[in-house]
């Protein structure tokens, strides 16, 4: 029984682990390189000033200069792939830069982390797992302590071994010591699912006679029992062999998950530090279930495991979703939080990459998907990548180059993007770590990601940026006082998987508009609505090729000043919101209503006919519309979302003979009225037509939540949360409110309105505000 082959194995000799190392191994520093595209500028503290406080502080993010040291398993991993070490030298460099870290030869030496990532360990075991026939018969002496299971007396991780840790290094011998005090080994055994079948999982840890010993194991009880049966409906399977759960000092590691194999039987062995406090030791323990449950998803046919055909690609997914899992377990604790200081500055990079940080900081990709989707997205991904490689898996996500771009926006995460869900909130600006790890992150991109520029007047500034693919970039265009007219020029058009957003900041208030088919945007400085005082360029590329990079060229214009001619804007606007109560069950349907459309445009008048006709435009538009019906049932409560958005940004532009405007193809944006020459129709509507620019999105999403039947933390069969998407594309807006008059100022520079409108929703009505404001500048 693989039980008992888990308590029982003999004792032997221990041989130490740098016997194996070659004198010659060698490594170096491997840090990342600026964006050489982007480079940092200085700005004087005079010109800062002149910008308001957000913007100076956005402005002095872009001139940071942030690297990130390598730790010795970087050296280590360097060393590997510039073959100067074999495999089996890496696996014992490994151990013992976790474990005896100031014997570690000095080309390896550096920082250790202040957490060592769990799968720098459990890649180590696995590779021992798969290849120990392999190993000499000197390699395996020295490598058992690593290879056996934590209650062999053979273990590293054994409780009679916690005063022989030094002598499992020792190089040539196994230096004596005398016992500590004996430690107890006690097992706790819980029971963490009743049907279809009992299942236990036997925690084993060394009691030492202190309360808190006891009080850990409890706390990863309570862990085991609240993840399992959520891991049970999240992915459709149970671990079909026994699993076993050792608390034990792991030095700065928090956890591991391996499968062992002895002849015929096999044993899953989660193992967690037991240093950690509350907190961390409850969704340490859930982050390494969850790796015990992805070691059973199958790999085709073949029903062998996951492990057996590691690759980095799959080890992204495996850690990024089981961070992802701490989240789901845990909401309100927030230990995954440490990770996004490293997600923050790793924007620029490929998503899907190995680096013993990225892995976990991509949770954040999840935490996207599951609340723009919903959880089934982890099991679909985690079954997938089993056959498939992991950026080919994420990539066929349905409509994935629409959702790279909008998680390219969230990413942004300050005013006013932030669509990040969390409790209480989703972290912004800088925050402190938990207190054991007591460090400050920034969380929001940094880095090579993000760069700063300001730009005085009477330039032509070219610039570049070249994007990895499933990566991001941020670039922010500070714009003096002095610069009266400003362009933004680029060299082609976006597509489906180049985007680009722009986030324009106008007065106090920054509103969105989409630039992936815009290859000129103008902005008139010397008008209020459109004297631009900053731009964040938001530039994505969905390619999943590994090496499909982007390189997107554009010039910032800041010469010379508007001709004068007829600009201006046409707005509406209108948000709505009302509740119903249903009269005989408990529910309650919430229906919320917000839109907005804002035409920039460049008009021509046409003196004989007394009509304005449009010359160019750029218009962005947003509609959502929702329904959150609440039903509060005896047994829990559930929720049904309905929600639809309209979103996108296009320009067009016309050819108009300047003297018989009214003649060309342009549509008409204002009509004089025959009995007062300052009264002019304001057609609404008019724009061109036949270009699908708004991006529809349908999304229907269901949550049933059961009454607990094992305690509060065990959620019944038949609980989901479940999400239809759908996306399409249409030139038609959502709903438009009817024309209006607007009114010419006595010496013809000005045409302004501003009208409260009724227009009809549903059965009832709501408040358009439409603005009309061009001028003669």
Known sequence: MAFKIFRYLGYVSLLCLTILILAG??????????????????????????FDEEVQTLIKRGLEV??????????????????????VQSV???????????????????????????????????????NWNSLSEKEQEALEPFYVLPTDPKSFFHPDNQEKRKGIFDRFRLIPLAHAAQLKPTDLIVTVSEKPKKRTVIITYQDDGT?????????AKESLQRSWPMFEN????????????????LSRLNGEALIHDYVDDRVCVIKVNNTLDERKTKTVTSHELFHAFQLYIPVGSSGSFLFSVRNKSQTWMMEATATWSEHYVWPDYNTEWRWLGYFFSDLHQHMIKKNRRREYATYLFYLFLTQYLDKAIVKKHLHEVATMEANLVVSATDYFDTLFAEFALWNWNQHPELHYRDMPKFPTGVIATPKDIPTRQTVYPHGPSYRSKVHSKNREDHLKVTLNSLSMAYRLHAIKDEVKKLIFKFEKEGDSYHKRQALIKIGEIWHWEDWTDTVERKFCRTRDEERVTAVVLIASNADPNEYATYDLDYDVITEGECNPEWRGTIKWSWEYSSTQDFPFIPATKNYNEHSYMIANETLVYDETEGEFVIKN??????????????????????????????????????????????????????????????LFEVDIDLHEWGKDWITVIDRR?????????????????????????????????????????AFMSKDKKHIKAVIKQKMGIGDGEVDVIIEVNYSYK
């Open 211 to 219: 309360p808190i010993c006891k009080q850990r194991a409890l706390w």
């Open 617 to 678: 435009q750029y218009i962005t538009y947003y509609y959502l519309e929702s329904h959150v019906t609440n039903y509060f049932q005896e047994y829990g409560m559930q929720l049904d979302v309905k929600e639809q958005t309209y979103k996108g940004s296009t320009s067009s532009s016309w050819t108009i003979d300047e003297k018989y405007p009214a003649a060309s193809q342009a549509p008409t944006r204002l009509l004089r009225d025959d009995d007062n020459p300052l």
């Open 701 to 741: 999403r269901s949550s049933r939540r059961a009454t607990p039947l094992e305690g509060i933390w065990t959620p019944a069969p038949g609980t989901y949360d479940r999400t239809e998407l759908d996306i399409d594309y249409t030139d038609r807006f959502r709903n438009e409110p009817n024309d209006v008059e």
């Open 92 to 130: 014992i460099l490994t151990y013992i830069a976790a474990f005896d870290t100031e014997n570690l030869p000095k080309d390896y030496q550096a920082p250790l982390p202040e957490e060592i990532p769990d799968i720098i360990l459990m890649e180590a075991g696995w590779w021992l797992q798969k």
């Open 66 to 87: 942030v690297t990130v040291e390598p730790t010795p398993f970087d050296k280590i991993a360097q060393a590997l792939e510039e073959n100067k070490i074999t495999k």
């Open 25 to 50: 191994c060698g490594g170096k520093t491997d840090k990342e390189p600026l964006d050489e595209e982007a480079p940092l500028e200085k700005i004087s503290e005079r010109d800062l000033k002149e």
């Open 234 to 249: 999240l992915l459709g399977l149970t671990p079909k062999d026994d699993v076993y759960l050792a608390l034990a000092n």
